[in-house]
């Protein structure tokens, strides 16, 4: 198990570098020198030469990569130069947005896609199956700012029963703002919704196929608890490491429903800073949603192995 | 393909009246955009402002826009715009994917050094990695394109890889190579011929979420320029007039959902009709 570990999380650590590099590469291969982006079109080449000096711009482009990844291991992602502010500030206000978006569709998720997808699997082959797995592909081939959309038009601007937009801090206005949240994070569980869904029915249906499933039902146990004890114990297993991975996703699929919401989450400042051209934080967002999301991944992996150390190392 | 051959891959769609209705509006959509010209009512770019915002009547099935373009023919028109995306990207994962995936099998060391690159560009979540292709090229239809597909060259050359992998220990291609069969010959002659179906599969899902991609970036204004019609270009126009009209939201958004839909259930429908051993290789994606 150990020496599992250490060789997935020595893996990611290799993936990781290879991304910064990437990352790293972004800023400068941005069409336009990032000086000018920095200092409009007005600059003298005085004012261009001391600036790239100061940011090190005339440095050999490896000494340049090394300072980068310095400074962001010391948790300095640079300036945006809209907000004129450090990055990592700036990404942090929107944090509170995203993560509470991505938990609150988390839940839904959950609440609709295990239930739903137990269901389909125990009614195997039937109608009911068909209609439910049918419905699931529908949900996830509807574009989730297209549901924002109509949910604001019937939920916000019809019944009036929840806010279209914005999203008021709960350190300030308390945990009734989470109204705020609620139809985005429907609208952006729909999809996902559906992919686990889908997931916990497969899995379902691999793990009753088993040959200790067949034994529990030769020896006369009652169907609903082959079902609850032998069945969906195992099939979690799979669709609980999805939940990982999902959750990973949404920070990035979030993009565009906290544009249709108006959200002040981190989506929402990936697209404007990328029509206000702020390199800097297009760039510190990246970076942040890729370590998170690899190491999520790892924790998914590792958890995963321990719970089922039938999961053959590799 | 033979006869047979058709009858297999058609079978799936007999026995499954909702794979058949996937199908059809397939067909329909890929007709749409060849027909445009002729089954589109109103010309898509002309403007009268004295009709502007009309709900859906007997002279405008859909409605017409702000500025007064009928609603039936952009929708129409934007056909065109979802196929060149769709089979784009295909296109584009596929020429890229299928090369480095079946080299990557059949030459380890390379295939070790090419497949922990695509492990690298699967630290990006796919619409951030599109947004940020898009930051670098500029927006464009082609651009949206790539940057769409460079998403899916990950996982079909993770697909073709492994399906690679398991047929250069067929039997029938260790007889080959062993009575002197190049590698160039295994490629042409036993690899890529069994990877048709797969790919079929693939292409089927890709295509369906690169409608989905498409209508992200066009809605956010970083997709095809707003002069073109598309559906998520009129989606990102509607939504000032969602209240005051929200025809101008339900028709593309339909054309889209039924697009991505109808791919969705045929790429659904082919999977089942592939060898079992090679069909656990497409997870559920949706």
Do not use: C
């Not at chain 1, 995203?98 to 998720?109: C, D, E, F, G, N």
């Not at chain 2, 790539?146 to 399906?163: D, E, N, P, S």
């Not at chain 2, 989606?235 to 593309?252: D, N, Q, V």
């Amino acid at each position: 198990m150990w020496s599992y570990s250490l060789k997935r999380a020595a893996t990611t650590a290799v993936t990781l570098l290879a991304a910064s590099v990437i990352i790293f590469a972004f800023i400068h291969i941005v069409p336009g020198d990032p000086i000018y982006v920095l200092l409009g079109d007005t600059a003298t080449p005085d004012q261009i030469d001391a600036l790239r000096h100061q940011l090190g711009l005339d440095q050999p482009i490896i000494l340049q990569y090394l300072t980068w990844i310095g400074h962001v291991l010391e948790g300095n992602l640079g300036r945006s130069i809209f907000f004129q502010a450090p990055v990592l500030s700036v990404i942090a206000d929107g944090a509170e947005t995203s993560v509470l978006l991505a938990t609150m569709t988390m839940i839904w998720v959950t609440l609709i896609g295990v239930p739903i997808g137990m269901i389909a699997a125990v009614r195997h082959g039937t109608w009911l199956d068909q209609g439910l797995s049918g419905a699931a592909m529908l949900m996830a081939s509807i574009p989730t700012f297209w549901v924002g959309l109509y949910l604001i038009l019937i939920f916000a601007a019809w019944l009036g029963w929840f806010p279209s937009s914005g999203y008021p801090s709960i350190f300030e206005g308390g945990v009734v703002n989470l109204r705020y949240l609620v139809l985005p994070s429907l609208a952006l569980a729909a999809p996902n919704a559906a992919l686990i869904l889908r997931l916990t029915r497969a899995s379902m249906l691999d793990v009753s196929r088993e040959d200790y499933v067949r034994t529990a039902r030769a020896k006369g146990i009652r169907p609903w608890q082959v079902v609850s004890r032998h069945i969906l114990r195992n099939a979690l297993l799979a669709v609980v490491s999805a939940f990982g991975f999902t959750f990973a996703a949404l920070l990035s699929e979030a993009v565009v429903t906290e544009t249709v919401f108006a959200l002040p989450g981190i989506g929402r400042l990936v697209v404007q800073s990328i029509l206000r051209r702020d390199y800097p934080v297009i760039q510190g967002v990246i970076l942040v949603i890729v370590v998170v999301y690899l190491l999520i991944n790892l924790i998914v992996d590792l958890s995963y192995r321990l719970l089922d150390p039938r999961v053959e190392l590799q | 393909m033979s006869r047979d051959g058709a009858i297999f891959w058609l079978k799936p769609f007999v026995a499954r009246p909702i794979a058949l209705l996937g199908l059809g509006i397939l067909l329909g959509t890929v007709l749409a955009a060849i027909f445009a010209p002729w089954l589109a009512p109103y010309d898509p770019y002309a403007i009268d402002p004295s009709i502007r915002l009309t709900p859906p009547n007997a002279l405008h099935w859909f409605g017409t826009d702000q500025f007064g373009r009928d609603t039936l023919s952009r929708a129409i028109q934007s056909a065109r715009m979802a196929l060149l995306i769709g089979s784009g990207v295909v296109v584009f994962a596929l020429a890229t994917g299928v090369p480095i995936g079946v080299l990557s099998a059949l030459f380890p060391r390379l295939g070790h050094v090419l497949m922990r690159m695509v492990d690298v560009l699967m630290a990006f979540p796919s619409l951030l990695l599109a947004l940020g292709l898009i930051v670098v090229l500029g927006p464009s239809v082609m651009n949206a394109i790539l940057a769409i597909g460079l998403g899916y060259t990950t996982t079909t050359t993770r697909i073709v890889y492994g399906l690679t992998l398991r047929l250069r220990v067929e039997t029938y291609v260790e007889a080959s190579r062993s009575m002197g069969a190049g590698t160039a010959w295994l490629i042409g002659k036993h690899i890529l011929p069994n990877l048709v179906s797969p790919l079929l599969v693939q292409a089927s899902f890709v295509f369906a979420f690169a409608q989905l991609g498409a209508a992200s970036l066009d809605f956010l204004g970083l997709g095809a320029p707003p002069e073109i019609p598309s559906w998520g270009n009129m989606l990102a126009e509607s939504r000032t007039f969602i209240t005051r009209a929200p025809w101008l939201l339900f028709f593309p958004g339909m054309m889209i959902v039924a697009t991505a839909f109808s791919l969705n259930l045929v790429g659904d429908a082919l999977r089942d009709r592939l060898d079992p051993r090679f069909r656990q290789l497409f997870g559920e994606k949706g």
